[in-house]
């Protein structure tokens, strides 16, 4: 019942307009049952093949979101099911991703992710980037896809003041992009941040969709099947 517990507990705790993407990487079916059973729909995966098989094996009504970095020769695997990426960050992965949903004959949401750690390692757009893609207006040209918001990763630090900062960097990107391009499109309206340990924060700066992993399935283990 721990799973379920730590679902309820942390979804008492968020504002209305906040959704919650259950991060359920590396965790085994029987886990995401229980977070499901106990009302969850939303779940995140961060690799194509594991959410492939996750969804042929669970309940149909899950929303599959992909949270990661998908490499072109996946998309095709997720195409005929997955509800949101979050981790988009080139014309030409939107593309791809595009042309995927139409031979499913679907439209795949999106959503662009923009760099805002101090670390290098993570992947993301600038804000310059963004503004030199979406000025070029192939974006808006493809059918399939619907830019619905942008998703970012704050540092991994135990200073508050950059998290925060970072956030606001989001939520300002957020806001110069929707001027700039997206005023009338209702759809696009998501600033996906907060984790685990920064999600409090991200809500109090803007966010309107959270990715908690481990606090709800308790940390993740790589060697051991736990
Ligand atoms: C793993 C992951 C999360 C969840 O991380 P936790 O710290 O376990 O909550 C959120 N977003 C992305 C992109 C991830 O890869």
């Known amino acids: 019942m721990e799973i379920a517990n730590n679902l309820l507990e942390l979804k008492k705790g968020l504002p209305p307009g906040v959704q919650l993407v259950a991060v359920s990487k590396t965790k085994p079916n029987e886990d995401i049952l229980e977070a499901y059973q106990a009302g969850q729909r ?24 992909f949270i990661g970095h998908p490499q072109t020769n996946k998309v095709k695997y997720m195409a005929p099911f ?25 439209t795949i949401r999106c959503l ?22 979406l000025d070029k207006g192939e974006v808006q040209k493809l059918q399939n896809i619907e830019i619905a918001g942008v998703m970012g990763m704050a540092t991994y630090t135990d200073d508050e003041n950059q998290i925060r900062k970072e956030f606001r960097v989001l939520h300002n990107i957020f806001s110069v992009l929707k001027n700039k391009y997206f005023s009338a499109a209702d759809s696009f309206r998501e600033i996906s941040m907060g984790m685990s340990d920064d999600y409090p924060l991200a809500i109090e700066e803007g966010s309107t969709m959270i990715r908690v992993g481990s606090k709800i399935f308790g940390e993740r283990n790589y060697q051991n099947k736990n």
Do not use: C
């Open 42 to 65: 939303v779940f995140g995966e961060n690799k194509v093949q594991d959410l492939a098989q996750k969804y042929e094996e669970l309940p149909k009504d899950i929303e599959w979101h």
């Open 82 to 106: 997955v509800s949101l990426i979050h981790g988009v960050d080139s014309l030409k992965l939107l593309k791809t991703i595009d042309k995927e949903a139409a031979k499913n004959k679907r």
């Open 112 to 133: 662009l992710q923009f760099h805002i750690a101090e670390e290098s390692t993570k992947f993301g757009l600038s804000e310059e980037e963004a503004v030199e893609m």
